[in-house]
């Protein structure tokens, strides 16, 4: 099912599979800034993450002696969530922990994604509940994609990614397969602020970096419209289109973890960056998307 909300400035629709925002319209000059999909391409257009970001090597991890298989991004994002509230300009919906959700993932949780707009920007808030008897060890992510060119304006190398403030940006190294090396670097020598988008950026896969500013966008000298994505509860920040094409989107993906390390199976009580959240609990985080 697609559900609508909508407020002065914006139209947005999100699926119950996988709470996945598909559209987000100005209602200005009817610019749609999420990619609608693209067999060509990727048919994604902003998947959830959870309980993991990005990818378990060997697709599998450890848990008090016993190995589970869980696909890339977690549990989620192909399953159908239920609507827990709905008002004009704001919906909560809810994964509730289940026998197919165990097989993969043994814990006991209510998952819940609610989409707040606020003037020209979407808030899309993770609420996360511990129901089980022991720790509930967890990460949470985006992975919303944006037209490029944003309407009409432009072509893909007119456009950039600009953080507000300079910063020290780090990379994640990378291996050949999209895992962990420990081999991190800084991304750009003297510091990064913006960062000029080239089909070619991506044909080693993704680029995440972390110690950066908390708010990027999306922007064209030539066009009126942008988009700024604000994270300030995610330590990550990728960026991503399909490597080695000429899709016309680009990714831009708050995240609270990432992948594995190449070559290592991970045990979830010791991965790193992961959430531990006491029985009874509950964990907050989000991301914002404010267009213009």
């Known amino acids: 099912m697609i559900y609508t909300i909508e407020n002065d400035y914006l139209t947005a629709k999100i699926s119950d599979v996988g709470a996945e925002l598909i559209s987000l319209k100005s209602k200005r000059d009817e610019c749609e800034y999420i990619w609608q999909g693209d067999e060509k391409y990727w048919t994604g257009h902003a998947p959830i993450m959870f309980p993991i970001c990005g990818r378990l090597f060997g697709g599998k991890y450890t848990y008090r002696g016993k190995e589970y298989e869980m696909p890339i991004h977690g549990i989620v994002r192909h399953e159908e969530f239920a609507l827990k509230s709905a008002s004009a300009s704001e919906i909560t919906l809810e994964y509730v922990s289940n026998k197919k959700s165990r097989t993969m993932y043994p814990f006991d949780f209510v998952f819940d994604v609610t989409f ?24 949470v992510g985006g992975h919303p994609a944006f037209n490029v060119p ?43 602020k913006r960062i000029p988008l080239t089909h070619d950026l991506f044909d080693n896969d993704a680029i995440f970096l972390y110690n ?20 300030d509860g995610m330590k990550y920040v990728g960026i991503w289109h399909k490597p080695k094409t000429d899709a016309p989107y680009v990714c831009i993906e708050p995240w609270s973890s990432i992948p594995s390390y190449d070559g290592a199976v991970d045990d979830l009580e010791s991965k790193e960056q992961m959430v531990h959240l006491p029985s009874g609990y509950s964990y907050k985080n989000s991301f914002m998307i404010t267009v213009n």
Do not use: P
């Open 212 to 231: 950066t500013d908390k708010n990027v966008t999306l922007a064209s000298e030539d066009a009126k419209n942008s988009a700024t994505v604000s994270f």
């Open 150 to 192: 944003l309407g009409k304006s432009g072509k893909f190398e007119d456009y950039y990614l600009e953080f507000d403030k300079k910063c020290a940006a780090l990379r994640v190294d990378f291996s050949d397969t999209c895992f962990c090396t420990g081999n991190d670097r800084q991304f750009t020598e003297g510091g990064t």
């Open 116 to 139: 707040k707009l606020m003037l020209k920007s979407v808030e899309v808030k993770f609420n996360v509940k511990n129901t089980g008897g022991n720790d509930l060890i967890f990460a």
